[in-house]
């Protein structure tokens, strides 16, 4: 298994436990779509992961019903928090995701 798989399989563990104390009937969390296939990792204490992220790409069809609801492009991040820091995860998280958009070339307004 590589190191980002098992980062994520820690992270979908820790994120269990902790919605397990919230709430013993939420369900486990599952792995979520592979999506572009970068994985975002932000290190908490002593290196461990604080929190993972997916990011995935959408584009609707011309044509499409799909662009009657939404925007024909669509950028989805998926956070997984392990620690009580929810929001500390998410502002590390946040910029990596940011930066990966701005890397791919998936939007020109980012950049600004």
Sequence with gaps: ??????NADDVRAQVGRRWQAIDPLLPLPVAPSPGCGTELVVAGRGGQPAATGTCEHWEAAPG???LAWGAARQFLLTPRITGPDVAGALDGLLPLWRDHLVRSGS????AA
Excluded: E, N, Y
């Excluded at 298994?1 to 098992?6: D, E, H, T, V, Y």
């Design 64 to 66: 499409s019903l799909d």
């Design 107 to 110: 939007t020109r307004t980012l």
């Design 1 to 6: 298994m590589s190191a980002a798989g098992s």
